[in-house]
Nanobody, 114 residues
Framework: VQLQASGGGLVQPGGSLRLSCVAS????????MGWYRQAPGKQRELVAT???????NYIDSVKGRFTISRDNARNTVYLRMNSLKPEDTAVYFC?????????WGQGTLVTVSS
Protein backbone atom coordinates (compact mmCIF):
# COMPACT_ATOMS: atom_id res chain seq x y z
CA VAL A 1 0.00 0.00 0.00
CA GLN A 2 1.35 3.40 -1.00
CA LEU A 3 0.51 6.50 1.02
CA GLN A 4 0.47 9.96 -0.53
CA ALA A 5 0.22 12.94 1.81
CA SER A 6 -0.59 16.43 0.57
CA GLY A 7 -1.89 19.80 1.68
CA GLY A 8 1.17 21.19 3.42
CA GLY A 9 2.66 24.60 2.83
CA LEU A 10 3.78 27.84 4.39
CA VAL A 11 1.32 29.41 6.79
CA GLN A 12 1.49 32.23 9.32
CA PRO A 13 1.10 31.56 13.04
CA GLY A 14 -2.58 31.24 13.83
CA GLY A 15 -3.39 29.96 10.37
CA SER A 16 -4.98 26.72 9.24
CA LEU A 17 -4.24 23.85 6.89
CA ARG A 18 -5.98 20.63 5.93
CA LEU A 19 -3.79 17.65 5.16
CA SER A 20 -4.94 14.64 3.15
CA CYS A 21 -3.40 11.20 2.88
CA VAL A 22 -4.61 8.92 0.12
CA ALA A 23 -3.83 5.21 0.18
CA SER A 24 -3.44 3.15 -2.98
CA UNK A 25 -5.56 0.38 -1.48
CA UNK A 26 -8.36 0.06 1.03
CA UNK A 27 -7.53 1.19 4.56
CA UNK A 28 -10.64 -0.39 6.06
CA UNK A 29 -8.65 -3.40 7.25
CA UNK A 30 -6.43 -1.07 9.29
CA UNK A 31 -8.46 -0.15 12.35
CA UNK A 32 -6.14 2.54 13.65
CA MET A 33 -4.70 5.15 11.28
CA GLY A 34 -2.52 8.02 12.40
CA TRP A 35 -0.78 11.21 11.44
CA TYR A 36 2.86 11.54 12.39
CA ARG A 37 5.29 14.42 12.16
CA GLN A 38 9.03 14.83 12.15
CA ALA A 39 10.57 18.18 12.91
CA PRO A 40 14.16 18.98 11.90
CA GLY A 41 16.60 17.19 14.16
CA LYS A 42 13.86 15.36 16.05
CA GLN A 43 12.37 11.90 16.02
CA ARG A 44 9.12 11.15 14.30
CA GLU A 45 6.16 11.40 16.68
CA LEU A 46 2.59 10.19 16.48
CA VAL A 47 0.30 13.22 16.60
CA ALA A 48 -3.22 11.88 16.21
CA THR A 49 -5.06 8.61 15.62
CA UNK A 50 -8.51 7.61 14.43
CA UNK A 51 -10.10 4.16 14.31
CA UNK A 52 -12.87 2.75 12.13
CA UNK A 53 -15.40 3.63 14.80
CA UNK A 54 -14.38 7.27 14.69
CA UNK A 55 -12.65 7.37 18.05
CA UNK A 56 -9.74 9.77 18.10
CA ASN A 57 -6.69 10.49 20.22
CA TYR A 58 -4.25 13.39 20.20
CA ILE A 59 -1.02 14.36 21.85
CA ASP A 60 -1.48 17.13 24.39
CA SER A 61 0.24 19.81 22.34
CA VAL A 62 -2.35 19.62 19.53
CA LYS A 63 -5.54 18.91 21.48
CA GLY A 64 -8.23 21.41 20.66
CA ARG A 65 -6.38 22.58 17.54
CA PHE A 66 -6.08 19.50 15.31
CA THR A 67 -8.86 17.20 14.10
CA ILE A 68 -8.21 13.82 12.50
CA SER A 69 -10.80 12.02 10.40
CA ARG A 70 -10.98 9.26 7.82
CA ASP A 71 -13.09 8.36 4.80
CA ASN A 72 -12.67 4.66 4.10
CA ALA A 73 -14.70 4.92 0.88
CA ARG A 74 -12.01 7.27 -0.44
CA ASN A 75 -9.10 5.48 1.24
CA THR A 76 -8.22 8.84 2.77
CA VAL A 77 -7.21 10.17 6.17
CA TYR A 78 -7.42 13.88 6.94
CA LEU A 79 -5.83 16.21 9.46
CA ARG A 80 -7.39 19.61 9.99
CA MET A 81 -4.93 21.93 11.74
CA ASN A 82 -6.07 25.23 13.24
CA SER A 83 -4.28 27.86 15.32
CA LEU A 84 -0.96 26.69 13.97
CA LYS A 85 2.19 27.49 15.90
CA PRO A 86 5.84 27.65 14.80
CA GLU A 87 6.49 24.48 16.80
CA ASP A 88 4.09 22.63 14.49
CA THR A 89 6.63 23.00 11.70
CA ALA A 90 7.51 19.51 10.46
CA VAL A 91 7.08 16.98 7.71
CA TYR A 92 3.75 15.24 8.25
CA PHE A 93 3.12 11.59 7.35
CA CYS A 94 0.22 9.22 7.72
CA UNK A 95 0.47 5.50 8.45
CA UNK A 96 -1.01 2.78 10.58
CA UNK A 97 -1.21 3.82 14.22
CA UNK A 98 0.47 0.57 15.29
CA UNK A 99 2.80 -1.98 13.67
CA UNK A 100 2.92 -3.45 11.12
CA UNK A 101 3.44 -0.16 9.32
CA UNK A 102 2.76 0.48 5.66
CA UNK A 103 5.45 1.87 3.40
CA TRP A 104 6.20 5.44 4.50
CA GLY A 105 5.47 8.00 1.84
CA GLN A 106 7.29 11.30 1.24
CA GLY A 107 5.12 13.22 3.65
CA THR A 108 4.06 16.82 3.28
CA LEU A 109 5.98 19.78 4.69
CA VAL A 110 4.21 22.22 6.98
CA THR A 111 6.06 25.43 7.77
CA VAL A 112 4.57 27.86 10.27
CA SER A 113 6.35 31.17 10.12
CA SER A 114 5.69 34.87 9.85
Amino acid sequence: VQLQASGGGLVQPGGSLRLSCVASESIYRINGMGWYRQAPGKQRELVATVNNGGSTNYIDSVKGRFTISRDNARNTVYLRMNSLKPEDTAVYFCNAANPPFLSWGQGTLVTVSS
